[in-house]
């Protein structure tokens, strides 16, 4: 039986839950419990999921991906939260040497084909790194607007046959660092400099007040994700 064939029971079940009351429900009993990752970016807003999750179950498997592009701040930051949680399955997955050497030799592709760069350097390691899990969980939020306006608690993910768990997508900015405040979690450093939604160093800038969170990434294009959520957003 597909994870899939329990979305509606889920979301019947646990309606009117979300953030840690949601994780704990999810990673404890029912068909994803033990059976899910959380995926993140370590970025300007990540700190309240990770905390969330450590709360839950320290050992939850948390999938970092490094496209080779971050910021030394992104690097520095996830080894602090890392210790500062307890997180004790952190895995750090990257594009793989053949796929850079074949399409990004020169490490210029995402000036050329950003879609190409994103999906060598970062979709195809993250299902390589989902394979086996049941579900994953992001944090995307509904605040970020842009295709994630209508972003649902629990989502299925058709093309992979995974449940997707977003427990901040009804979160505001204001909730989230509220919440970062009561646990006294740290902020990226890049925060202080503008930066609000943090990913490649070559495909990120600071923000300016009154411009959407996401309004630094990938400016000047049209382009507002990376591709690891788009297929089953288009579909
Ligand atoms: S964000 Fe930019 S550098 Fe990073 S993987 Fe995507 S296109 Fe490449």
Redesign the pocket.
């Known amino acids: 039986m597909s994870v899939l064939e329990h979305l509606d029971d889920l979301r019947r079940a646990y309606e009117g839950l979300d953030g840690l009351a949601l994780l704990r429900a999810l990673l404890t009993e029912g068909p994803l419990a033990g059976r899910t990752a959380l995926v993140s970016s370590f970025g300007a807003e990540s700190a309240v999921l990770l905390d969330m999750v450590a709360t839950v179950e320290p050992a939850t498997p948390v999938i970092f991906l490094d ?1 080779g ?1 971050l910021f030394g701040e992104t690097q520095a930051y996830r080894e602090e939260l890392v210790d500062l949680l307890g997180l004790r399955d952190v895995r750090v997955v990257g594009p793989r040497a053949a796929a850079l050497g074949r399409y990004d030799p020169r490490g210029d ?2 000036s050329r084909e ?2 190409l ?2 999906h ?3 979709t195809e390691p993250l299902q390589e790194a989902l394979e086996g899990f049941a579900g994953w969980i992001t944090g995307r939020k509904r605040f970020q607007a842009g295709l994630r306006s209508q972003l649902p608690i629990i989502e299925p993910e058709w093309s992979s046959g995974r449940l997707k768990v977003n427990p901040l997508a009804l979160w505001s900015a204001d909730d989230i660092e509220r919440y970062r405040l009561l646990r006294n979690l740290p902020k990226h450093p890049l925060v202080d400099q503008g930066y609000r939604s943090i ?6 800038r600071p923000v300016n007040s009154g411009e959407a969170p996401r309004a630094g ?2 400016w000047g294009l049209d382009k507002t994700e ?1 591709g690891i959520h788009l297929q089953d957003e288009a579909a």
């Open positions: 496209t592009k592709l995402w950003p879609d760069c994103c060598v350097r970062k990913g490649c160093i070559t495909c990120t990434r990938w990376c």
